[in-house]
């Protein structure tokens, strides 16, 4: 296994989704009254775990047809289209 590479996933993933709508909805859910937090947890986990199996199965099959460079090009030009938008909608 490739630490560096974990580590990098792990922050990049770690970061995105904190504090994002995810994380409130989770938070939602686990706050009413007689809810079991394990249940809230699993279920919140599995989600998330699925969710990540299907990038992962989504990057690879494009980066089949696609050089992995110029994906990260237009991944990195996506990101600041939409910091731009979001600035200029505030």
Do not use: H, N
């Not at 990540?52 to 110029?70: E, H, R």
């Amino acid at each position: 296994m490739d630490l560096k590479l974990f580590a990098l996933v792990f922050g990049t993933v770690f970061l995105a989704e904190l504090g994002d709508k995810t994380q409130l909805a989770t938070l939602l859910f686990a706050a009413r009254e007689d809810t079991p937090l394990m249940t809230v947890f699993l279920a919140a986990s599995a989600a998330l775990i699925l969710c990540s199996a299907l990038g992962v199965l989504a990057g690879g099959l494009v980066a089949t047809y696609v050089d992995p460079k110029v994906l990260s090009y237009v991944a990195g030009v996506g990101f600041i289209v939409i910091g731009a938008w979001t600035i200029l909608a505030a």
